[in-house]
């Protein structure tokens, strides 16, 4: 498709809005196991089928389709190394039987754990399996410490990028609405005109758009604001030009979708890009999220609110994005003292 003679041209002179913001107004060992053999039992459901059950029960609770194909890969994956075939015949001896014929990192490992537990707890829900005996199987890894975007990180981005090209706008506009509210990006990209509150600067987003299916007001600020509605006006733009009809915030220069599949979303591999091109190593949705919650929690909000700010059902999740130095935690116990 050919590029339509001025199309991507925006009218209104955005590097000028953003001089009227200063830089500080942006914000934000375990034993060896014992092999065994499975016995048949009558009364205990197959793993295929608690597979087939359990993902049309995710599907119909609105999971994301990366979520259930997880699941799908990693318990199909413990049946072929272990041949247990039925949900009452898996065992800790059998989990560590499948872990251990991983040749990976321990990191990946307590992914794929992860994603065992998580199929076990629904066969536990299910009522086919009596106790949690998974409960205290764990890889022990060297957690390292994910650092989140900066507000200098943000600002050397946004002097980088060619506002009059709307691409790059819609890019700045999308690192500054992820940096300012927290925002997943799967949430992004599900964002439409509908969502934004002008009036009193807030994104009123539906449990449909979020990754924890609870409603939540997230605000912004002025800065944003004028982005948006450049925003607006420029994909009004681009959908007459390709007679497009949608009312997503963020699409691409053809008026279309931003993300086609789980593993394919334009924004994110636009970041990518500017983060080499640049050597911007912190500008990704999760480094911009969790800049977002060190950003709330060096102005002063407690952990429980920004929790709900990042849509995280446990706080313990929270805590892992506010990552102290051993400096900043002596300094802060001593104004307690």
Known sequence: MTKRKGLFDVKVDVRSLLEDFPVSTLTHSRSKPIMECSGHHSDTILISKALDVITRQMKVSGNRSRTISDYVLHVEHFQSVTNVKYVGDITANSIYQWLDSMEVSNQTKLTRLKCLKAFLSRCFDNRWIEMKFWKTINIKVDQKV????????????????????????????????????????????????????????????????????????????????????????????????????????????????????????????????????????????????????????????????????????????????????????????????
């Open 146 to 337: 994910k650092e989140g975007a900066t507000e200098h990180d943000v600002n050397v981005l946004l002097s980088l990028l060619d506002l009059s090209n709307f691409v790059q706008l819609r890019d700045a506009t999308a690192v500054l609405v992820m940096f300012k509210t927290g925002i997943r990006i799967n949430t992004l990209v599900q964002l439409e005109e509908r969502h934004i509150d002008f009036d009193n600067k807030v994104l009123n987003l539906e449990g449909s758009v979020m990754k924890n299916h609870q409603q939540i007001k997230l605000p912004f600020d002025e800065l944003l604001k004028k982005l948006l509605q450049v925003l607006i006006k420029q994909n009004a733009v681009i959908r007459r030009g390709y007679g497009k009809s949608n009312s997503l915030l963020f699409i691409t220069k053809y008026g279309d979708i931003i993300s086609t599949s789980p593993t394919h979303n334009n924004i994110q591999k636009r970041l990518n890009k500017y983060a080499s091109m640049y050597g911007l190593k912190n500008i990704n949705p999760h480094a911009l999220r969790r800049g977002f919650a060190k950003s709330l929690l060096d102005k002063g909000a407690n952990v429980a609110v920004i929790s709900k700010a990042l849509g995280h059902s446990d706080i313990s999740v929270t805590t892992k994005y506010l990552h102290f130095d051993v400096d900043e935690v002596a300094n802060n116990l001593r104004t307690y003292l």
